[in-house]
């Protein structure tokens, strides 16, 4: 049996997944991400953890593949990032610097698109080779993949869905800088933060006045309940993202859209709103892409890590 690693970092913790090539994980464990020194702490770090792990259970190097590793920033196809802003790193060559620390083979990839490809090879995208992945958490990250392999682009752009422009009369600036991006409008603390705005200035009787501390989980909770303005934030969301997905499509035509960080815990009724409005906006022959939500969770980019490698 061959056996790989997938390790997916994020700003607060390194979540790593120790599999064999069929996609069962047979274990996995987390670390503290240090941040500290620009960053400088974090690939020896993940290198210490693994080569221990693989000292503490006698395994054989030569039946490991290699490791998988998904970041929160640009990758190009020879493993340069550009920089990942919130782990202090800038331009360098993760995929050779962690390879040089453990002995193994690494691939590395945006956090995104790896979590795009867990979905599509053991999760709800399981099947589908084309599968654009959304994720609806504290901004908007997104995943695409053509023909079984991820779309990195030529700077290791490719999938960032959150940047994408839409019209809106409120003019919000992105965290990037620019001005209405879909981020700032559809993320969770974007949603939260139209809802503390339109209970302010809502002429009629809602459920969402009584909330000290709005968010967009309670928002799609009281639309859930009827709420008459929670349900029309939620169709404005819907309505947005729906028409953002529609251009995706446009470019991508995928089998599936899968829907997932922690606004996707709405569940079947965010995923009816955004597939109505797609619909309604979409081209004709990628209209019946089918929406789902996400089903591996925080697991995704362990296991797109390690589908990466293959």
């Known amino acids: 049996m061959r056996y790989g690693f997938g390790v997916d970092v994020g700003g607060t913790s390194i979540k790593i997944g120790f599999f064999d090539v069929d996609g069962n994980m047979l274990e996995k464990w987390s670390i503290?991400?240090?941040v500290s020194d620009s960053g400088s702490h974090i690939l020896p770090e993940i290198a210490e953890s693994i080569n221990a792990y693989i000292e503490k259970n006698k395994i054989d190097r030569n039946s490991v593949i290699g490791i998988g590793?998904?970041?929160?920033?640009?990758?190009?196809?020879?493993?340069i990032i550009d920089k990942c802003v919130n782990l202090g790193w800038s331009a360098f060559n993760v995929g050779e610097?962690?390879?040089?620390?453990?002995?193994?083979?690494?691939?590395?990839?945006?956090?995104?698109?790896?979590a795009a490809l867990g979905e599509m090879w053991c999760g709800s995208g399981r099947g589908c080779e084309n599968v654009v992945m959304v994720t609806l958490g504290t901004g908007i990250g997104g995943g695409v993949i053509i023909g079984g392999r991820a779309l990195h682009g030529a700077h290791g752009a490719g999938g960032e869905i959150g940047h994408?422009?839409?019209s809106h009369k409120e003019n919000r600036v992105c965290a990037c800088g620019k001005v209405n991006c879909i981020e700032a409008y559809a993320s969770g603390p974007a949603i939260a933060r139209t809802g503390k705005t339109r209970v302010a200035e809502y002429a009629g009787v809602t459920t969402l006045s009584s909330v000290e501390n709005i968010t967009a989980k309670e928002i799609f909770e009281h639309a859930d309940n009827g709420d008459a303005l929670a349900c029309e934030i939620v169709e404005e969301i819907g309505e947005l993202l729906g028409e953002v997905l529609a251009n995706v499509a446009c470019v991508s035509d995928p089998d599936i859209f899968i829907i997932g960080g922690g606004v996707s815990h709405a569940g079947q009724l965010l995923i009816d709103v955004v597939q109505k409005h797609y619909k309604r906006n979409v081209f004709h022959a990628s209209e019946e892409a089918k929406f789902a939500v996400a089903a591996l969770?925080?697991?995704?980019?362990?296991?797109?890590?390690?589908?990466?490698l293959l």
Do not use: C, F, M, Q
Request: charge should be negative; glycine fraction near 18%.
């Open 32 to 34: 503290d991400t240090d």
């Open 69 to 79: 590793l998904g970041v929160p920033g640009p990758v190009r196809s020879d493993g």
């Open 97 to 114: 610097e962690l390879s040089s620390l453990t002995g193994l083979h690494v691939k590395a990839g945006n956090d995104a698109n790896v």
């Open 164 to 166: 994408i422009s839409i």
């Open 297 to 308: 969770g925080s697991d995704a980019g362990k296991y797109g890590a390690v589908r990466l």
